[in-house]
C-alpha cells in the first residue's frame, strides 16, 4: 500500500506469525512467468499481488541473508567512499573480481555502522514486465523491501525498463518511484554512493555503467546488485570479452606483469541459494569496489577509457529500439 506522501510502505503481519509459511509449497515464482495481456490491467489486483510478494519475501530467510549482504557492500562504500572522496583520481583502470576466502566478510565494516538514513540514491534498470511476470514481480518486491530497510526514499529511486506498460509505469509512480522516460543503456553517473539494482540485465548495461563511473571515486560510490561478474567472465569467449567488455574483465595480464599476482578489486559475494526463489535470482551477487584496492591499481590504468563499441548481437534495447508502452 501507499503512505500519506505517496510512497511505499509495506503492510504485513507479525514476523511470528508469518514463519509458518517460511517455504511455500509447490513451484517457484518464476514457474509462473508467462504471457497476461496488459489490455484492460487491474492495478489494483497488481498492487495486490505485489504486496504478496513483499509479504512472502519478508518472512524468508533469503530476505535476512540478501539483506545483510547488501548492507554489508554499501557500509564499504559509505565508509571508503567519504575518506577517499577528497584525494582519489578522476580516471580508471581494469576491475578484477574477487570472491576468493580472503576478501572481506559480507558483514558491515564496524558493528555499530549503520547505512539506514545515509544519502543513498537507487537505480534500477531492466525490472520486466512484473504485471504478468511473477519472476519480475518478485524481483520488485525485494527491491521494495531494500529501499525500505536502507531507508531510501522511493522518490530516489530511479526505474526504466523500455518495456514498462502505461499501467506498469502508473503502479511505480504510485509507489513513489521516479520512473525515468529516456533510455539511459546504463550509462548513468553515480554522484554519491548508489545501489544499482540490475537482475539478469543484458553484459552491456553492467558494462555501460562501469564505462561511465570508470574512476576510482565514482566506482567507491557503487554497490551493485545483478548478474555474477565472475560468472559473466566465465562463460564468455575471452576475445568476445577483451573485444566488448573489457571494463567488465579480468584479461589486464599485460598490465600487472611485475606484480606477484593480479589485484582483487571488485568485492562480489553472490546471493544466498534458495530453491523457491533459484531462478528468480540464480546468478545474482552484490558488487561493490573498494577504494583502497582501487588507490592499488597502477595509475595509467585510468587513463582515457574509450567507450564501449559492440560488435556482437546485445542482450539489451538500445536508444531507438523498440519498447514501446502499451
Known amino acids: 500500500m501507499t503512505g500519506n506522501a505517496g510512497e511505499w510502505q509495506t503492510v504485513r503481519k507479525r514476523r511470528g ?7 511455500p509449497q509447490g513451484p517457484g515464482p518464476s514457474r509462473q512467468c508467462g504471457g497476461l495481456q496488459d489490455e484492460a490491467p ?61 576478501c572481506p566478510s559480507p ?18 534498470y ?28 522511493a ?23 521516479t520512473v525515468l522516460t529516456e533510455n539511459e543503456e546504463g550509462k548513468r553517473s553515480a554522484h554519491r554512493p548508489t545501489l544499482f539494482y540490475l537482475i539478469h540485465c543484458g553484459k552491456a548495461l553492467y558494462n555501460n555503467l562501469l564505462w561511465k563511473n570508470w574512476s576510482a571515486r565514482s566506482l567507491s560510490q557503487l554497490t551493485v546488485i545483478g548478474n555474477s ?10 576475445r568476445d570479452l577483451q573485444r566488448d ?19 582483487g578489486v571488485v568485492w562480489e559475494v553472490p546471493f544466498p541459494d534458495s530453491p523457491r526463489y533459484l531462478e528468480v535470482f540464480n546468478d545474482t551477487s552484490v558488487h561493490c569496489f573498494p577504494a583502497e584496492r582501487l588507490r592499488a591499481l597502477p595509475p595509467e590504468l585510468w587513463d582515457s577509457p574509450a567507450e564501449p563499441d559492440y560488435q556482437e548481437d546485445l ?12
Open 17 to 23: 506469525a508469518g514463519k509458518a509459511r517460511r517455504q
Open 315 to 326: 542482450e539489451i534495447i538500445r536508444v531507438g529500439e523498440g519498447g514501446q508502452r502499451r
Open 42 to 102: 487491474d492495478s489494483q489486483g497488481i498492487k495486490e499481488r505485489i504486496q504478496g510478494a513483499v509479504d512472502e519475501l519478508w518472512t524468508a530467510e533469503f530476505w535476512d541473508a540478501c539483506k545483510k549482504l547488501t548492507r554489508g557492500c554499501l557500509m564499504e562504500s559509505l565508509v571508503t567512499g567519504a575518506e577517499e572522496a577528497g584525494d582519489m583520481g578522476t580516471s580508471g583502470g581494469a576491475v578484477v573480481t574477487s570472491t576468493e576466502p580472503d
Open 155 to 177: 522518490s530516489r529511486c530511479y526505474i526504466y525498463d523500455p518495456m514498462f506498460s502505461n499501467a506498469e509505469v502508473g503502479i511505480l509512480e504510485d509507489f513513489g518511484m
Open 107 to 124: 558483514d558491515p565494516p564496524s558493528p555499530a555502522a549503520d547505512c539506514a538514513g545515509a544519502a543513498l540514491d537507487c537505480v534500477c
Open 229 to 238: 561478474f565472475r560468472g559473466i567472465e566465465e562463460r564468455l569467449l575471452t
Open 245 to 263: 567488455y573489457k571494463y567488465i574483465s579480468d584479461e589486464s595480464q599485460q598490465v600487472f606483469n611485475s606484480r606477484a599476482q593480479m589485484l
Open 126 to 153: 531492466g525490472l520486466g514486465r512484473f504485471s504478468s511476470c511473477a519472476s519480475s514481480r518478485y524481483q520488485l518486491a525485494l527491491l521494495l523491501l531494500l529501499l525500505e530497510s536502507l531507508q531510501i526514499p
